[in-house]
Structure formats: structure tokens, C-alpha cells
């Protein structure tokens, strides 16, 4: 993962809240094998609109999402920050994120900064009376500046260092091989095993056709 | 102080304490993969030169992109068909096992662990799909997880997290006839809202919760995540037990009398401490319909379209003004003179044999609206031979509706079955986003009960707006 310390870019408002993770991507870009490619599916519902805010010129080329609150709800679709990143999004602020998406996020060094409403509604002001204006994120002193203002974002302590150092998960926990290997020692005989493989007795399902 | 139930069966599975502010490494118990959300975990396994760590703790089956009918033919949409192939081809590459398209065992990945007892009390499961919450039902630690997280229990099967926060919803009296574990969890969704269980995990509680049966828990359990919550829990009880006993994967002999004595201990203490609780009174609940496009924009089925300018809070009102518009709905209208065109009976929700057989009492004997397309689509190839044994689908059938093959289908618009743009359904499924069930499509989540009695009257209804009964069977011979 690529080390995140500091960003500059186009500020986008999103005046909405509860965006969801189907808003994002749409279940039918889904099916895809690959971690890329995703960039045409971000908000495709939306962007057949042309007031939709990625359809103004201006903001097209941004990478720094200012969104209402709950963003990110709903499926656990990682898809949903692949196609924000692969779109060209670096950071996404809002009030309040989804568990998961913001989970899904930090593993794929898309910043998710938490600020306040009040901060919002201020950034949205300023991005939006001037289209086109950037928006720098410093993860290191935590604050988003734009023009004159700068305000604080939260993020979880350990996202950040993570992030700041471009650390992937498994290989963090792969380090501690021999706890996991101990505590599987210790695991109670009851506990199921997928393998070998039981089930009720084998049947033929039949196929339903349709109906004409 | 005692401590609650999603506090202790943390602990049971506490790999290595964080410290210095890094997370908690948690041990998981069962692993189980769809199509759609581990491809580029497989392949970051082969990258990286990983296997997986535990095979015989992961599963895999084939749900989200299968088509519900002509399941012996190849798969007729190209990049479904390589998605498919593609789980295929990686549970054979690293030894899962698999229960693939026509198998007895296929099915809704949630729907299928449980039917198979590898759902137990005192696990942890994993799935990289919002609705593992499901498997909370069982007194489990249950979450959904996204692809890079997949990656890593394959690799490692742990995951590093940090603690949740605890909410104690209880559900306390009886609830009215009519009735149904999902309006429960509407409701409840209603109340906190969309983000409310955001960070928590939510220990369903109270006497309502108590008399449930297992597959009704599953819903309350299943939709926990709409509300935003990590996960849902219902402590385990002698009804839990009794549904896990003699399946398959249930322990035996010593183990199962090993397991019931743990399984017994998992309670919240007395004395433990939530750091937040709501309370709902079951008598209070009526059938809930949604209105809007997010699950928390749900009312009683008796009131009508809430006036967007009546919403206190502005985001509210800007979310009700949208969610009107894309549901092509006026602030005023009774919800029952809603006309639906589609009603779609299935789900992780409520694809299991109980609702199957709620929704079939109803409408035997009763004729549907010519109106109303209806789709019922089993959870499981089991659940729909078990209402293949029990005469289900000919009930189903006789009324007019489509009787298909399990999968996802309506619920997400990843599959043939999808709604049109600006066409209605009352869907027993669990999100009512826009484009969920295809795009443009418009959709009210409903319970099994209202379905049914939707798609005899063509109008979002309950049981009772039916005539007293109908003439030419006798209500209840199913049961």
C-alpha cells in the first residue's frame, strides 16, 4: 500500500446523506474478478444525470468527496472503495461513516476523515461557490484546509499510523503466527468443521423453467 | 461487573490483545465465501504465494449472481458465468469446499450455514456479506466483512478489530397476531435510524425476542446491519438448541453434551452493563412497510405517506423529499392504496421454510391479482424441497406465482431477476435502496405475511384486509 501523509486536490460536495454502498456501485458492475477497473460504475445511477455534480467540468477531476452523513451504508461491497479510488478519490469526509465501508477503506488507503457538520456545511460553502477549488487533507496534523479555513478531522489512532506507513494487515498479523497457532490449540472439540463435508442426503433439485 | 454476551464471546476468541492503540486479534470460527465478494481475495492469495490457513473452517456456495431458473443450463449472462466459474476454479486451486448450482446444498450463504449446523452458539462467523448478522441469532459473534478482510481470515483466520459497543434492544410483551419478527426489526430500524447502531453490536432481548422461533430470529438478526449495527445477538436458549440438534455439522455425544454446557453460559451477567439500551413494547407493533429508499423510512402499514416538511431535521427532510420523488409517491396516500406490480417472496430474510409456509396459509385457496407478478424463490435448494415435500410449491403455483430456484434473485439487481425502471414491489428481502432490485425500480419491504396478502389484493395489505376466509380450502391445513 502506497504510504498516505498529505493530499491536494478538487473539492466535491455530495449534498446527500445515507449514501449507500448500492449508490456507490450498483450490484450489476459487481461481477467483475478484478480489483480495478471500477471507475466507470462510481454513482452510476447518478451520473446519467447531467446536473449530477462529477458531470460539472469542474469538479470532474476531483479527489477530495465532501459528503452527508451515514456514507457508506448497506452492503459490505469493498467494490465501493474500489471504484471511489480507482474514479480517483483520495479522501472522503463526512459527519458519520458505515463500519464496514469505513473498515474496507483504511485497508485500501482511502482516507475517511470524520468532521464536524458544522465543517461541512462550511467546505460545501466554499466548493461550491468557487467549482474547481482544492481541498488539501495533511493526515499527519489532521486537518483539511481549503482557502482560509482549516479545520480537524478524526481518525482512528492506529488507521492512521497504518496508512502513514503504507502497512498491509497481514502481514501485521502474520507476525504473530505462534499466538494463532496457540490459541487453535486450545479450541474446544465441538466446534464444527467444514471439512469433511456432511449434509443430509444428496437429492436432485430439479430446474424451475419459465413461465410462458 | 458481569459482562454481556457480545463481550464474553469476545473474549473466548481473543487471539492477542492489542495494545498501543492497535486492535484486538480475534480468531473466527467459520469462513464462509460467495461468488461475488472473494475473487480478489483468491487472487491475492496466489500473488502473495498464501494458501488458506483453514480450510475446514471456510465454505463456499453460489448465490448473489445465479439465475433462479434453467440452473442446468450454462449461465446465460457472460460475466456472471466467469464470477461463477471463477469460485469454482479457486475453491478446487486452494481445497474449499463448495456447494455449487444444483446441488442440494446450494443456496443463500445464509441460509445454507445455518441448515447445515455449522451455525452453532459461541462462534465467530465471518462472510464478506453485510448480512452475516444472520448467524447473530444463534448467540454467534457474526459480521460482515469486505474483500480485503476475506483475504486475511483465508490467510490467517483471524482479523484484527476493535471492540464494538453494546446496545440492549429489547423487546418486551407479546406481539399481535398478524404480526412477524420482521416488523420487529422495521420498527427497530424505524426508531434508531439507519446509522443508529453504528459501532455496536446489538443484543436483542425481552419476551417478545424470547418467544421467537429460530428462523424468525434469523430475520430480526439478519437486518441488524440496516440499522448500521456491526452485529445482532439473541442470547441461546432450549429453542436454539433444539434447531441445532442432529444436523449435520452438530456436535455428538460428548462433544454435544460439552458444547451445551458452554452454550449454557452465554448470557449477559445480570449485572453487566450495555453502554446503551432501547425498549420497545411488542403490543405496540403493528405490520411495518417501508416508504423510501432506505430501510429506516418505515411506517405501520395503517398510516399513510409522511410529508417530507414534517421531518424535523433538514438532512431528514431533503432524504424524504428524494426518497418521494424516486418512489413516485404523493405525502398523504394511505400506504394500503399503494398498487404494487411485483411481489417477491425469498431472501436471506426471509427465504426459509417458516415464511414459505406463512405466506402459502394465506393466499391457499385465494386467487392473486391479475395485476401482480409474484416471484417465491427458496433460500436453499433444501428449503425448496422441503416445500416440495410438503406441497408448498403447487400452493404457490395454483395461486399463479413463479416458483424458482434458490439464490439471492429479486433481493439485488445482480442476477435476471430484476424489477424495471419505476415498477413497485413489496419484497420480503432487507434493503429498499435505489436500483436495489434493478435500476429504477421501486421497492417496499414488507414481511411474508404482507406479501402474501399484497399479492391477493394487488394493494400493500395485511392478512386482515382479506375476507374472513377463503371459500374453497381450509385456512390452516398447512400449518
Known amino acids: 500500500m502506497e504510504k498516505f501523509t498529505t493530499h491536494t486536490g478538487v473539492g466535491v460536495p455530495l449534498r446527500r446523506s445515507n449514501v449507500d454502498t448500492d449508490q456507490i456501485i450498483p450490484a450489476v458492475y459487481l461481477k467483475r474478478v478484478t480489483k480495478t477497473g471500477f471507475e466507470d460504475a462510481l454513482f452510476a445511477a447518478w451520473r446519467g444525470d447531467p446536473d449530477f455534480v462529477l458531470n460539472q467540468p469542474e469538479y470532474t477531476h476531483g479527489s477530495v468527496l465532501v459528503a452527508g452523513p451515514d456514507f457508506g451504508t448497506g452492503s459490505s461491497r469493498e467494490h465501493a472503495v474500489w471504484a471511489l479510488k480507482d474514479y480517483g478519490f483520495k479522501v472522503v469526509l463526512a459527519t458519520r461513516f458505515a463500519d464496514i465501508f469505513r473498515g474496507n477503506s483504511g485497508k485500501q488507503g482511502l482516507l475517511t476523515g470524520v468532521i464536524s457538520q458544522e465543517s461541512i456545511e462550511l467546505l460545501w460553502k466554499l466548493i461550491e461557490t468557487e467549482p474547481g477549488k482544492q481541498i488539501t487533507v495533511s493526515l499527519e496534523d489532521r486537518t483539511v484546509t481549503c482557502g482560509e479555513l482549516t479545520v480537524p478531522f478524526e481518525i482512528d489512532d492506529y488507521v492512521r499510523w497504518r496508512l502513514m506507513e503504507g502497512l498491509d494487515d497481514i502481514d501485521l498479523t502474520l507476525q504473530h503466527q505462534d499466538d494463532i497457532t496457540a490459541f487453535e490449540a486450545t479450541r474446544a472439540a465441538w466446534r464444527p468443521k467444514t471439512l469433511p463435508a456432511k449434509t443430509e442426503p444428496k437429492e436432485h433439485v430439479e430446474a424451475a423453467r419459465p413461465v410462458v | ?479
Open chain 2, 1 to 479: 461487573m458481569g459482562t454481556t454476551l457480545a463481550e464474553k464471546l469476545w473474549n473466548d476468541h481473543l487471539v492477542r490483545k492489542g495494545t498501543d492503540g492497535a486492535p484486538d486479534l480475534i480468531y473466527i470460527d467459520l469462513h464462509m465465501c460467495h461468488e461475488v465478494t472473494s475473487p480478489q481475495a483468491f487472487e491475492g492469495l496466489r500473488l502473495a504465494g498464501r494458501q488458506v490457513r483453514r480450510t475446514d473452517l471456510t465454505i463456499a456456495t453460489e448465490d448473489h449472481n445465479t439465475p433462479t431458473l434453467n440452473i442446468d443450463l450454462p449461465i446465460a449472462d457472460e460475466t456472471s458465468r466467469i464470477q461463477i466459474n471463477t469460485l469454482r476454479t479457486n475453491a478446487e486451486e486452494f481445497g474449499v469446499r463448495i456447494h455449487s448450482l444444483g446441488d442440494a446444498d446450494q443456496g443463500v450463504v445464509h441460509v445454507v450455514g445455518p441448515q447445515l449446523g455449522l451455525t452453532m452458539p459461541g462462534m465467530t462467523v465471518v462472510c464478506g456479506d453485510s448480512h452475516t448478522s444472520t448467524h447473530g441469532a444463534f448467540g454467534a459473534l457474526a459480521f460482515g466483512i469486505g474483500t480485503s478482510e476475506v483475504e486475511h481470515v483465508l490467510a490467517t483466520q483471524t482479523l484484527p478489530l476493535k471492540a464494538f459497543k453494546t446496545m440492549a434492544v429489547n423487546v418486551e410483551g407479546v406481539l399481535p397476531r398478524g404480526t412477524t419478527a420482521k416488523d420487529i426489526i422495521l420498527a427497530v430500524i424505524a426508531k434508531i435510524g439507519t446509522g443508529g447502531g453504528q459501532g455496536y453490536v446489538l443484543e436483542y432481548r425481552g419476551e417478545a425476542i424470547r418467544s421467537l422461533s429460530m428462523e424468525a430470529r434469523m430475520t430480526v438478526c439478519n437486518m441488524s446491519i440496516e440499522a448500521g449495527a456491526r452485529a445482532g445477538l439473541i442470547a441461546p436458549d432450549q429453542t436454539t438448541f433444539d434447531y441445532v440438534e442432529g444436523r449435520p455439522h452438530a456436535p455428538e455425544g460428548e462433544d454435544w453434551d460439552a458444547a451445551l454446557a458452554y452454550w449454557r453460559t452465554l448470557v449477559t451477567d445480570d449485572d453487566a452493563v450495555f453502554d446503551t439500551e432501547i425498549t420497545l413494547h411488542a403490543s405496540d407493533l403493528e405490520p411495518f412497510v417501508t416508504w423510501g429508499t432506505n430501510p429506516g423510512q418505515g411506517l405501520p402499514i395503517s398510516a399513510s405517506v409522511p410529508n417530507p416538511e414534517d421531518f424535523a431535521d433538514e438532512s431528514d427532510r431533503e432524504a424524504a423529499k428524494n426518497a418521494l420523488e424516486y418512489m413516485g409517491l404523493t405525502p398523504g396516500t394511505p400506504l394500503k392504496e399503494i398498487a404494487v406490480d411485483t411481489v417477491f417472496l425469498g431472501s436471506c430474510t426471509n427465504g426459509r421454510i417458516e415464511d414459505l409456509r406463512a405466506a402459502a396459509e394465506i393466499i391457499q385457496g385465494r386467487t392473486k391479482a391479475d395485476s401482480v407478478r409474484m416471484l417465491v424463490v427458496p433460500g436453499s435448494a433444501r428449503v425448496r424441497l422441503q416445500a416440495e415435500a410438503e406441497g408448498l410449491d403447487q400452493v404457490f403455483i395454483d395461486f399463479g406465482a413463479e416458483w424458482r430456484n434458490a439464490g439471492c434473485s429479486m433481493c439485488l439487481g445482480m442476477n435476471p431477476d430484476q424489477l424495471a425502471p419505476q415498477e413497485r414491489s413489496a419484497s420480503t428481502s432487507n434493503r429498499n435502496f435505489e436500483g436495489r432490485q434493478g435500476k429504477g425500480g421501486r421497492t417496499h419491504l414488507v414481511s411474508p405475511l404482507v406479501a402474501a396478502a399484497t399479492a391477493v389484493r394487488g394493494t400493500l395489505s395485511t392478512p386482515a384486509d382479506l375476507d374472513a376466509a377463503p371459500s374453497n380450502s381450509a385456512v390452516g391445513a398447512l400449518a
